[in-house]
């Protein structure tokens, strides 16, 4: 049994990273045979939507390219030709960028190369992406700058049109079984819902001690207060709880879901929450300023009244 069926209060998805995940598969191999041609671009965007482990790709790549094991965490490694730049909140500012356009000029000091990754690549504030443009167009020899994204839309499209994108395709059948490994768990499949199917959400989600979203809904629905339920979504991570939050509001807009609690929403309230669910969910990714809890508070009450056909 996995020692990932030990629950731990700290817990954090780097520490998959150096895992073989089985649907990173053909984008390593791709990179292999480009390095080996030598015709690997010198700016990568490795793409892949939220849960499906982009930052853990963009790990195996720069240990690739340094020469070194890739069963290390790569921005915990103290290395002269690797920089990890993380963003600081919701943001990463320009002076992140203005180290990484120092470190670019450099010679490399023990590995072949140099390599730079900017995880959270769509955090990049607009002053901090227009200092990446000039080094993403003409990257230095031998330096190799990795963006890695869960939301690649929101990257300016001069900053997308400079790197050669590598995408982390979305495996479901690959996913569940890898996790069936690792979580003994008798509600996998629900989980993989609320998580919109993503294996390293569900991972975390289980480590952070969560438990189903959905009774917590109903048990909302029908309060006669809904923001006294707040506490208790704040123990989730309020990003991920919206996205959770957003799929049953999805489903049952779309008529794929039914909820006793909610028979009387209309289908034009369900779709104008599921609009201000996308709202709050920006607000929290994008705004360092964001309030957590007026936000949940704010869909607490939302949610209640569409019960009450308000």
Not at 6 to 27: A, T
Not at 151 to 165: D, E, F, N, Y
């Amino acid at each position: 049994m996995s020692a990932l069926r030990q629950k731990s209060d700290l817990w954090d998805q780097s520490q998959v990273w150096p895992e073989v995940l089985p649907w990173h598969q053909s984008v390593r191999q791709h990179v292999v045979e480009l390095l080996s041609r030598e015709q690997l671009p010198h700016a990568l965007l490795l793409a892949g939507a939220p849960g499906w482990g982009e930052c853990g790709l963009a790990n195996w790549i720069a240990l690739h390219l340094l020469e070194r094991s890739t069963d290390q965490v790569a921005r915990e490694l103290a290395h002269p030709d690797l920089l990890w730049i993380s963003p600081v909140g919701a943001v990463t500012k320009i002076d992140a960028v203005r180290e990484l356009n120092e470190f670019a000029v450099r010679t490399p000091l023990l590995a072949p190369r140099k390599v730079a990754v900017v995880e959270a690549a769509h955090t990049l504030n607009r002053n901090a992406a227009n200092a990446l443009l000039k080094t993403l167009e003409e990257p230095p020899e031998n330096t190799y700058i990795l963006l890695a994204s869960c939301h690649p839309g929101r990257l300016l499209a001069t900053i997308r049109s400079r790197c050669q994108r590598f995408n982390v395709h979305s495996q479901p059948g690959l996913a569940q079984a890898w996790l069936a490994e690792k979580l003994d768990v008798a509600d996998l499949r629900d989980r993989l819902f609320e998580h919109g199917d993503a294996p390293l959400s569900v991972l975390q989600g289980y480590h952070d001690g969560e438990t189903s979203l959905s009774s917590l809904l109903g048990e909302i629905a029908r309060a006669a207060s809904p923001v006294s339920y707040v506490q208790r979504l704040l123990e989730m991570d309020p990003v991920i709880l919206t996205g959770r939050w957003f799929r049953y509001a999805q489903a049952l807009s779309a008529g794929s879901l039914k909820m006793q609690e909610l028979e009387s929403a209309t289908p034009k309230k369900l779709i104008e929450f599921v609009d201000e669910l996308l709202w709050v969910r920006r607000q929290l990714e994008t705004t360092n300023s964001a309030n957590p809890r007026l936000l949940l508070e704010r869909l607490s009450v939302q949610w209640q009244a569409l019960g009450t056909n308000r």
